[in-house]
T-cell receptor, first 111, second 113 residues
């Protein structure tokens, strides 16, 4: 069945460092891909999305490119801030399975 | 504020009891989804309703049930509660197409003692 695998955390970086959180997927067809972010004590918020191959989703300085050839959707940010500390979830939607989520990656940013 | 309202925010109850979680979707959204988030299972899809009708079922236990009312709010009923049911329960809504992504509420934290 469809699945999402993302790098295990926690990930700890210093402020202004470059961030990459890896995400790969297994799915039939061409699923839409998402990154969601969960701040402490809150629900999940849609961060960005891409609906077809080679699309780049971007928001708040975060980017992810839909790579069909490598079945990947890695999240990147050039310079992280303390306020980016949160749990990040990679997710996919396919007509067969609705939206399914990866296990989440906890990100902590040191001042 | 995401526009999806969940009540209550916290709930503490004893094993064997029954509870009802409530969700009001964002204005204009017809679909409601319920997810369970626990430390060991991650985010698990439970069930989806669209405009009052059940649309999809995920890993929902027989002890759990849900419905969506004509005003589009939804309730998740959990009965014969066990310690392992302690988790965060999230409701999400969308206009209809899952491909566009969901808007999540802030969740109900259920603790079974």
């Amino acid at each position: 069945g469809d699945s999402v695998t993302q790098m295990e955390g926690p990930v700890t970086l210093s402020e202004e460092a470059f961030l990459t959180i890896n995400c790969t997927y297994t799915a039939t067809g061409y699923p839409s891909l998402f990154w969601y972010v969960q701040y402490p004590g809150e629900g999940l918020q849609l961060l960005l999305k891409a609906t077809k191959a080679d699309d780049k989703g971007s928001n708040k300085g975060f980017e992810a490119t839909y790579r069909k050839e490598t079945t990947s959707f890695h999240l990147e940010k050039g310079s992280v801030q303390v306020s980016d500390s949160a749990v990040y979830f990679c997710a996919l939607y396919s007509s067969a399975s609705k939206i399914i989520f990866g296990s989440g990656t906890r990100l902590s940013i040191r001042p | 504020d995401s526009g999806v309202t969940q009540t209550p925010k916290h709930l503490i109850t004893a094993t064997g009891q029954r509870v009802t979680l409530r969700c009001s979707p964002r204005s204009g959204d017809l679909s409601v989804y319920w997810y369970q988030q626990s430390l060991d299972q991650g985010l698990q899809f439970l069930i989806q309703y669209y405009n009052g009708e059940e649309r999809a079922k995920g890993n929902i236990l027989e002890r759990f049930s849900a419905q969506q009312f004509p005003d589009l709010h939804s309730e998740l009923n959990l009965s014969s509660l066990e310690l392992g049911d302690s988790a965060l329960y999230f409701c999400a809504s969308s206009v209809g197409g899952d491909w566009s992504g969901y808007t999540f509420g802030s969740g109900t934290r259920l603790t079974v003692v």
